[in-house]
Each structure stands twice: as C-alpha cells, then as structure tokens.
C-alpha cells in the first residue's frame, strides 16, 4: 500500500513526462544555436536524411568524452548543400571533418535522447580550421627536413618497378594501370590497397607506405580521384607526410585536385593533378632512355664509318706517297747511270768501282725503304678489312646469325613488339623464313643488365 508520501507525489506517463521534456527544451532553446565540433558516424539514409554524432574533437582511435546526435532533414538538407557550394564545394560533410552547425535542440521522443536538428552550416570554420591545421604541419615538417628528403631522390632512368598505394578497384586504380598498359612497355605494379578517404584512412595509407618501403622497386605512386577539400584530408597529416619523407625511393602523387596542393604533394619527389598524369609521366621516361639508347647507336655507328672511311683514304695517300717516292728515287739513280759512263772515261777503275759501290748502296736503300713503306701499308689495308668483314651482314650470316623482322618489315628486338598470331620473315643465310607466333606475354620484368650484342668473331687473313 502506498505511503502518504508516494501518494502525494504525481507519477509520469511515458508519453506525459516526454512532452513536458519536450516543452521544457523548446522553452530553454527556442532559437537556432550553433555547437562546433567533429562528425562520427554518419550516416546517410535512403529518405534523404543524414544523421551523425558530433564530439569534441579526439586523437585517432580515442573515444570521445561527450557526444550529441544531429540529424539533417531532407528539407534543411539543400539548404545546406546550397552553403556548401557556395564555399566552392571545398567542405564535405564526413567521419572525421570538424565543423560549426546550427539547429533547434529538440527532446526526441520515440527514442527518449536530446538531439539537434541541424539547419545551416559555417564552411569557412572548417576551411579555417584545415588551413590552421595545414599551416602548423607543414611548418613542422620544415622543422625536422622532411619537405625535400624525398625530392633529394635521384630518380631512375627506366622506372619500370612501380609500387601504387590507391583503393583497389576504384577510378584511379584503373586509370593508373590503364595509361601503363598502354604503353607497350614492361612495367610491373605492386598494389598496396588503401583506404583514400574517411575515417581511418590515415592509418591505411600509412601501412601501404610501410608495405611498398620493404618492396625492390623504383617509384611508388600515391594517387587518388579529386573530390573535396575535406575528402582529402589525410593527405594533409603529418603521419602521412612523414611516411612519404621516409621512403627510399622516389614517390610520385596524383591526388586528383586542380587548385590546393596537399602536404603529400608538398613533401613527395613530385606531385601530378591526377593518376592518369602520374602513369604518363612514367611512361615518358622509360620512352626517353630508349630514344636514348636508339640515338647512341646511330651515333656510335656514324663514327665507326667515318674513321673506318678516314683510315681508308690515310691508307690510299700512304700508298700514293711512296710510290712517288720510289718514282723519284729511281729516277734519280737512272740518271746517275746514265752519266757514269762519262765519267768512267775519264777517270780510273778504282773511281768506276766507288761509283757502282754507292749506286749499289743507294739502290739497296731505296728499295729497303719503300718495301718498308709497301708492308706497312698492306698491313694497314688487311686490318681494316678484317674490320669491314667483321660488320658485313652476309658473312655473320653465314655463320649462324639470323635478323627477325616483323610483318612491316621493323628488326624485332623484343617479345612485346610482335603479339600472339603476328607473322614474322627471319633472314638467314641461305634465304628468308616466314613464321607465326603462337605464343607470347604481356609482361615481362627486365634483366638488372642487359649486356650489349656480342661483335662477331674475325676471321684470319689467309696468308
């Protein structure tokens, strides 16, 4: 039975004791208030209606002290986006974003909580506060020489290794690896997946870097779709900036914004508006060092005519030199002959034995001479032409060399540039075989060193 005291006390109805909750908040908060503070879990629901928890803000993985449930109505909903785009379209309403609202606290019945019934947003608060945040970083980073450690990387001649920290599955990924494959070229990616936006993709990113960094390879590649300022946040922390600054190879980002520069872009090697950019960027260097490599030959080819040409006339005026020389000796001596008998007439034998000494001697002479000069010069002809045959197509040939061309008549120097069921012509030779492929590759890592073709092996002059 109950006492006087129970008896003189009103008991509640559930649906009374919420009303007068509900009247008594409307009493104590009749106008719109604004509460700043950080989103968690939000949520967007089929009708239009976005829902979330906003906290005070809390280190990652920390949970938070005090929350309030905020609901945005489909109604105040575009009112909202409408600020939104106003701002540019910078701010996204998502986990992790601190944000200034405004709206009607409300005592919600059917679930028995205080919630606030959101109506307008401040864009330039949150702008200001990632600025804030941005400006803070990047000056510590600055601090411990982080913001070129990266940059201060040689980067590779022919980066075919490539590492590429994206969403598996998403539009850079495959834009990424599209612009790669198209290129004809032997690249290999090694995927690290991550999360690029929303909670926890801090963490993912940082944990892909790690993954790569025990990878061999030459570049990484960080790349993402645009979106929002505020979708892009974790490419402007410090965790993630350090994790690039710590790689030992160089990284390449492609973040997918036209205007701001994140701090990843700040502290990677470099930095491209989108994946696609980073991926041509790469397929132009591998393009570079072969136009390199195909112009240094020609040019090393050009200078072994041209000397082989240069010693070939150095040989014929050599030739030319002495025979004039032995011309004129000759020449000389004849005369010589010729006047003798004069002399002899009136001289004495001994005189005539002095004279044929020397014409002797002189004749030993001349010819010792250009003999030498005669040798010198056919051993100078018979090394340049072991040198010409060593370069003459048909003599490799014949002893065993082949050229493969394919069907537009271009020398096949490698397995990608003929594909399965091409025709190609191999030139031995004795005449020209045609044959097919019917098999092949798509990739194909590259040896660490390509040597260079071997120089077929002279042949001996017969003597």
């Known amino acids: ?117 959101m109506t307008s947003i401040d864009p330039e608060f949150t702008l200001g506060r990632l600025t804030a945040d941005r400006d803070r970083t990047l000056a510590a980073l600055a601090a411990a020489g982080l913001l070129t450690a990266n940059a201060a990387l040689p980067f590779p001649a022919v980066p075919l290794r490539v590492g590429l920290v994206t969403s598996d599955g998403s539009a850079a990924h495959a834009d990424f690896l599209a612009e790669l494959g198209a290129s004809g070229y032997a690249f290999t990616v090694r995927l690290a997946d991550a999360r690029t936006q929303g909670a926890g993709s801090e963490p993912s990113i940082v944990a892909a870097l790690e993954r790569l960094a025990r990878e061999p390879l030459d570049v990484v590649a960080l790349v993402r779709g645009g979106g929002a300022r505020t979708d892009l946040v974790a490419f402007d922390t410090e965790r993630v900036a350090r994790a690039i600054a710590a790689m030992a190879v160089p990284v390449l980002t492609g973040i997918g914004h036209e205007i701001d520069r994140s701090i990843a872009d700040e502290v990677a090697h470099t930095s491209f508006k989108t994946p696609t950019a980073v991926a041509a960027a790469l397929v132009d260097r591998v393009r570079a060092f072969l136009t390199g490599v195909d112009d240094l030959w020609a040019a090393t080819a050009r200078v072994a005519v041209q000397r082989l040409d240069g010693a070939e006339a150095l040989v014929a005026e050599r ?142 002059p017969t003597p």
Request: proline residues 6%; charged residues 25%; glycine residues 8%.
């Open 1 to 117: 039975m109950p006492t006087g005291e129970e008896q003189a006390s009103p008991t509640w109805k559930v649906a009374e004791l919420a009303a007068h909750l509900s009247r008594l908040m409307a009493g104590a908060f009749p106008d719109d208030l604004w509460v700043e503070g950080q989103i968690r879990n939000l949520s967007r629901a089929p009708n239009g209606h976005v829902y979330f928890q906003l906290t005070d803000p809390v280190a990652a993985g920390a949970a938070p002290t005090s929350q309030l449930g905020v609901v945005l109505l489909q109604a105040e909903r575009r009112h909202v986006n409408e600020l939104l785009m106003r701002a540019g379209g910078a701010v996204r309403m998502d986990d992790g974003i601190e944000v200034r609202i405004a709206g009607r606290l409300r005592w919600w019945s059917p679930r028995g909580t205080v919630q606030l019934r």
């Open 319 to 460: 030739s030319r030199r002495v025979a004039r020389s032995a011309d004129r000796a000759l020449a000389h001596h004849a005369a010589v002959i010729d006047a003798a008998p004069g002399r002899l007439g009136r001289g004495t034998t001994r005189g005539l034995d002095r004279q044929s000494a020397r014409l002797e001697a002189l004749t030993e002479r001349v010819l010792a001479g250009a003999g030498r000069w005669l040798d010198r010069s056919e051993r100078d002809v018979v090394a340049l032409d072991l040198r010409l045959r060593a370069h003459d197509v048909d003599r490799a040939l014949r002893r065993g060399w082949s050229i493969t061309r394919d069907a537009a008549g271009r020398v096949v120097r490698s397995v990608d540039q003929v594909p399965a069921g091409a025709t190609m012509q191999t030139q031995v030779a004795d005449g020209i075989l045609t044959s097919q492929v019917v098999g092949g590759r798509t990739s194909v890592a590259p040896p660490e060193h390509v040597p260079d073709p071997p120089v077929p092996p002279t042949e001996e």
